[in-house]
Nanobody
Framework: QVQLVESGGGLVQAGGPLRLSCAASGLTFGSTVMGWFRQAPGKEREVVARIWSSGSTYYRDSVKDRFTIFRDNAKNTVYLQMNSLKPEDTAVYYC????????WGQGTQVTVSS
């Protein structure tokens, strides 16, 4: 029943911005922990950011001060604003929702040229 649909990925030059969106359905969005993960070729999936219903956030060190996670509960959507992108940010970005289990979207590809 839970469905997560990412959008906003694409090709961007190093230093540029990109905003990812995740539309969620089949859950009580306002009370759900949401997050963004990413996976680069040959690497393990890693957490990028999380946001709790309280508004508290978490970012991995490599994206702090560059990325911002925020949510619009009225639209059941969570966003990831990415600024000052680096080639090492290239990955498939996945939306995540924690209910009884983790649910995942299909992913949206972000490619940063150099």
């Amino acid at each position: 029943q839970v469905q997560l649909v990412e959008s906003g990925g694409g090709l961007v030059q190093a230093g540029g911005p990109l905003r990812l969106s995740c539309a969620a359905s089949g859950l009580t969005f306002g009370s759900t922990v949401m997050g963004w993960f990413r996976q680069a070729p040959g690497k393990e999936r890693e957490v990028v950011a999380r946001i709790w219903s309280s508004g508290s956030t978490y970012y991995r060190d490599s994206v702090k001060d560059r990325f911002t996670i925020f949510r619009d509960n009225a639209k059941n959507t969570v966003y990831l604003q990415m600024n000052s992108l680096k080639p090492e940010d290239t990955a498939v970005y996945y939306c995540n929702a924690v209910v009884l289990e983790h649910y995942w979207g299909q992913g949206t590809q972000v490619t940063v040229s150099s």
